[in-house]
């Protein structure tokens, strides 16, 4: 398909290679055709063994042209409306698993074996010449010495010189076949690993992602409720005797925020213990979820949604088939009975179990034009607090200001403030509640779920903005920008993204490379930051201030894997995601 006369002709046209090769070859009469045929013996398109996937390769002279080139066929490919519609018809799925970059060496001409072969071919033809000349000299030596029996031909020196042209070439051509192995050989082994991490992939996804013992993936739906015009919708419930995974998509029409979480409700009030991968934080829009239960108990599973406080506002009720029946019954659940005590009581229950979150800051988190001097910050959570217990962790050295004075609850029992003196031009960054510190506490003793608070102050004439700071801000907006991946939801990631990944990566197109090649990792077990490289020029991007990162990652479905994050500057000031790889 990439080599179509139509993918050609559109990514030639939209890369303007008839200006650019006629001024390149130095005519002025390059027709369409001429491009076309061009550009396809400059294109190879290959199939990796036993997989669904294929590398576009493009050949030139310049190397970025060249990357430039397959990632628009690519694109192209991805956005033609004829192999748009010849893929559902089929019922496959496409997606760009890796943008192509410029190669660090020429694939064409291979100048370091070209001066092997050279050398090589030298001492083959040196020693010919040397064995043809020896043997004339000995027919030679003969002759004379037929002639003349006084002579003697000098034996010793003869073979002397032998051995010493032997000693010499024998481990020169030791170190010329050391070279040629030297390259041939990691370039087998480099192939090879990359030919069985091409077909590993695959298999990770084309195999059946419930290999569990004992699991069961049937489920049946029981009764539903979506008086606001919500809507939930479970894809997939994979359970077994010690856990239960949800997956499935919300759409969140009636609240600005809302608290999306699977719950399993008991007949008789027991407390089961809730974690955070039984929920998650969604805004108005669309987006995927995966919740994980690890405390399964007798009852009536569903998914729901929360306002900051109150009862569910929209529920899907689902499980095997006698659950599905009694929820079925159940009149508690709709509409008809929603004023009544007994399920307010309920919904109060649910909710009083759920651990505190942050609702509001001031300043918002990730301004960058917060006022310097004295001011005040301020801490809403979702529920009453323990007065006298918080945790304002510093994200990095030196990312916080002098305090003014203690922390302290306001009359509401909700809102956490502090009096700071803040300094031009400065990054500051709280992490309220880490891994380490869980001091932020309702008045249950239940830990707040962690929350990073960042922000940057004006800069007054004749002062500049840290660079160190600068790079932390991209690796903590990049470690945010990552939390939303793992929470699925894919556009609301693509619209973080700055503004030239999104003219190059439309968003059906990052949805469904994330689908296909995140989603069947699993849920996030551990993340951590292994490198962070201030860039000012990547290939194929346009000149500015980047931060390449690499993060060191388990997940569910994969213990160790590397996510390489480019995060760029906008001009807008904000840190932006410029591109993301898995490995």
């Not at 076309?36 to 050949?59: D, E, G, K, M």
């Amino acid at each position: 398909m990439a080599q179509s006369p139509e993918i050609l002709d559109r990514a030639a046209q939209e890369l303007d290679l008839k200006h650019k090769w006629a001024k390149k070859y130095g005519t002025a009469g390059l027709s369409d055709a001429n491009v076309r045929a061009l550009l396809n013996n400059s294109l190879f398109v290959n199939r990796v063994p036993n997989t669904s996937i294929y590398n576009i390769s493009v050949y030139s002279d310049d190397a970025s042209d060249a990357a430039a080139t397959a990632n628009k066929i690519a694109n192209v490919c991805m956005a033609f409306t004829p192999f748009t519609g010849q893929m559902k018809e089929d019922n496959f799925t496409a997606a760009i698993t890796q943008l192509a970059t410029p190669a660090l060496h020429p694939a064409r001409p291979n100048v370091p074996l070209n001066l092997c072969l050279g050398a090589i071919a030298g001492i083959i033809l040196g020693l010919v010449a040397g064995v043809i000349t020896l043997v004339v000299s000995i027919i030679c030596r003969r002759v004379r010495a037929a002639d003349n029996r006084q002579e003697k031909p000098d034996r010793f020196w003869r073979w002397f010189a032998v051995a010493v042209f032997a000693l010499i070439s024998i481990p020169f051509l030791i170190a010329i076949f050391g070279l040629l192995a030297s390259i041939a050989i990691p370039a087998f082994v480099n192939a090879r690993a990359q030919a069985q991490s091409n077909a590993r992939q695959a298999a990770e996804i084309l195999a059946p992602q419930n290999t569990a013992s004992g699991a069961t993936t049937n489920f049946y739906i029981g009764q539903t409720n979506f008086p606001l015009g919500d809507s939930i919708e479970i894809t997939s419930v994979e359970r077994s005797e010690n856990q239960m995974t949800v997956k499935g998509h919300y759409h969140l029409v009636s609240h600005d925020r809302a608290l999306l979480a699977l719950y399993i409700t008991t007949p008789n009030v027991i407390r089961v213990p809730t974690d955070a991968t039984q929920q998650m934080q969604i805004a108005k829009g669309w987006g995927d979820f995966e919740f994980i239960d690890f405390h399964l108990v007798p009852g009536w599973p569903h998914v729901s949604m929360y306002p900051t406080n109150g009862e569910p506002f929209a529920s899907l009720y689902f499980g095997t088939k006698a659950e599905a029946l009694d929820e079925s019954r159940a009149n508690w659940i709709t509409n008809t009975s929603r004023a009544s005590a007994e399920t307010s009581a309920d919904a109060d229950e649910v909710l009083a179990e759920q651990p505190p979150v942050v609702v509001e800051t001031f300043p918002v988190s990730g301004a960058h034009d917060v006022e310097p001097g004295e001011t005040e910050i301020r801490v809403r959570f979702s529920k009453e607090m323990a007065d006298g217990s918080w945790s304002w962790s510093s994200a990095w050295e030196n990312s916080t200001p002098d305090f003014i004075g203690q922390p302290h609850y306001e009359t509401d029992g909700r809102t956490c403030a502090v009096k700071v003196k803040l300094e031009p031009g400065r990054t500051y960054a709280w992490w309220l509640n880490s891994e380490k510190f869980l001091n932020f506490r309702d008045s249950e003793n239940r830990p707040a779920i962690p929350y990073l608070l960042i922000f940057q102050t004006k800069s007054w004439v004749g002062t500049t903005t840290n660079i160190t700071s600068a790079e932390k801000v991209a690796e903590l907006s990049a470690q945010r920008w990552l939390m939303s991946i793992d929470g699925g939801n894919y556009a609301e990631s693509w619209n973080e993204t700055s503004s030239f990944f999104r003219s190059v990566v439309t968003e059906p197109s990052w949805a469904n490379s994330m689908n296909t090649f995140r989603q069947p990792l699993g849920g996030l077990v551990a993340r951590k930051i292994k490198s962070a490289q201030p860039m000012t020029e990547l290939p194929g991007a346009p000149d500015g201030q980047y931060v390449v990162m690499q993060f060191e990652t388990s997940f569910a479905n994969k213990k160790s894997a590397i996510e390489t994050v480019t995060f760029m500057l906008e001009k807008d000031g904000q840190w932006k995601s410029a591109g993301y790889f898995i490995k």
